[in-house]
């Protein structure tokens, strides 16, 4: 199936990619009782993708631990999701609904509408950790200062709260792409009307990492950013439509929340320039 004709999946919450340490406890394909230690790379509210080298029947139970907030919960194994450089992945899913393994707040995804920027964020105070979808203003409150004022819901305190790094692991995690050199544009862009556009766009210049199954991965800076996608300059050539997961802001030294896009239009370099950088238009979910 073409990239074009995929749907994008239902989602309950946002999945942030993080690789915190894990012990998995479980019983094989054969039957035999097993206590292994790894990691997760995605975890979301209601459970997560993990690395897990056992040939375990689908929908068998698991325990699992979560070894940085000391918490257990038990999840049903969904199913295999593919093979990562580091062997087999898996998905999760706990249980219990109202279970927090990872000590993350998830706010509804209903509030994501007004997210321009999505991040981890964490109280000075009682080191609380929080899914943080930002608007426009307070993503250029970040993008100015590193840190947004948040009135925490734990401890009660407001406070000026930054990006998250404590939960990160210590597990070497492979480098991403190089950025893609952002150079200016000779080419005149042609002039739009407020009423064109569906949501007002903002000179944000964020790093945005882009995914996609038929490119890979790609790390791009931001130009335009708005509550319905962003544009960037990529080398690559993006097909109308490619379903492509993409984070804003993207720090690999903390968690990333990854969501659903689609790619909307691309314009190729002008005849008049000697870079290959095409301007892409990327929609987000």
Request: charged share 25%; aromatic share 6%; proline share 6%.
């Amino acid at each position: 199936m073409k990239s074009s004709q995929m749907r994008k999946p239902a989602r309950r919450s946002d999945r942030v990619s993080l690789q915190l340490q894990v012990r998995v406890s479980g019983t094989f394909a054969m039957g035999r009782e097993f206590t292994t230690n790894t990691r997760t790379l995605l975890i979301s509210r209601h459970g997560a993708k993990i690395l897990l080298g056992h040939e375990i029947i689908p929908y068998s139970t698991l325990n699992i631990g979560c070894l940085e907030t000391q918490k257990e919960a038990d999840a049903r194994l969904v199913g295999f999701m593919g093979e990562e450089p580091d062997g087999p992945s898996y998905g999760i899913e706990f249980l219990d609904k109202n279970v927090n393994l990872w000590n993350i707040a998830f706010p509804p995804l209903t509030e994501s509408a007004k997210a321009v920027a999505r991040l981890l964020l964490e109280c000075p105070r009682c080191h609380a950790i929080e899914l943080a979808y930002l608007n426009e203003i307070e993503a250029l409150v970040f993008q100015v200062n590193h840190y947004v004022p948040r009135t925490c819901g734990n401890c009660n305190d407001l406070s000026l709260w930054k990006q998250a790094e404590s939960m990160v692991s210590r597990t070497p995690i492979p480098s991403p792409a190089q950025p893609v050199s952002k150079r200016q544009s000779n080419a005149e862009t042609p002039i739009r009307t407020r009423n064109e556009r569906k949501e007002i766009r903002f000179s944000l210049q964020f790093t945005a990492c882009v995914r996609s199954l038929r490119l890979g991965e790609e790390v791009v800076a931001t130009e335009k950013l708005s509550r319905g996608g962003f544009s960037f300059q990529s080398e690559r050539c993006y097909a109308v439509d490619d379903l492509v997961e993409v984070a804003v802001p993207y720090n690999r030294d903390s968690g990333n929340i990854f969501v659903l896009g689609s790619h909307c239009s691309s314009r190729g370099p002008s005849r008049a320039r000697t870079d290959p950088l095409r301007r892409v238009v990327c929609q987000t979910s």
